[in-house]
């Protein structure tokens, strides 16, 4: 099993910043890719970005939604089994519960994923 574990949310005023991480422990060895998702109030879970690395722990793919291209940009800290998501130029459609997720493939959907966070609330006002 993986444990993951989402922080970073909170309050932002439009146009600001934020960076959420998500912490993975227990057999993280086994897992390649992550992903970002949110789901806002009264809608589905969508997708928001995801990357790919390798067993030596090296990056070689990110992919993101439309709606966040040139603002999102996830990345990874091996060192550290964290995944990150820099979020800049926020909007009130940006808020949302963002949940991380992982797995052996990378993808936009949600069953590309074996494991998911809880969670965590960004709430970004106008």
């Known amino acids: 099993q993986v444990q993951l574990v989402e922080s970073g949310g909170g309050l932002v005023q439009a146009g600001g910043s934020l960076r959420l991480s998500c912490a993975a422990s227990?057999?993280?060895?086994?897992?390649?890719?992550a992903g970002w998702f949110r789901r806002s109030p009264g809608k589905e879970r969508e997708f928001v970005a995801a990357i790919r690395w390798s067993a030596l722990g090296t990056t070689f793919g990110t992919t993101y939604a439309d709606s966040v291209k040139g603002r999102f940009t996830i990345s990874r800290l091996n060192a550290e089994n964290t995944v990150y998501l820099q979020m800049n130029s926020l909007k009130p459609e940006d808020t949302a519960v963002y949940y991380c997720?992982?797995?052996?493939?990378?993808?936009?959907?949600?069953?590309?994923?074996?494991?998911w966070g809880q969670g965590t609330q960004v709430t970004v006002s106008s």
């Open positions: 227990g057999r993280s060895l086994s897992v390649y890719a």
């Open positions: 997720a992982a797995g052996r493939r990378i993808g936009s959907q949600k069953d590309a994923y074996d494991y």
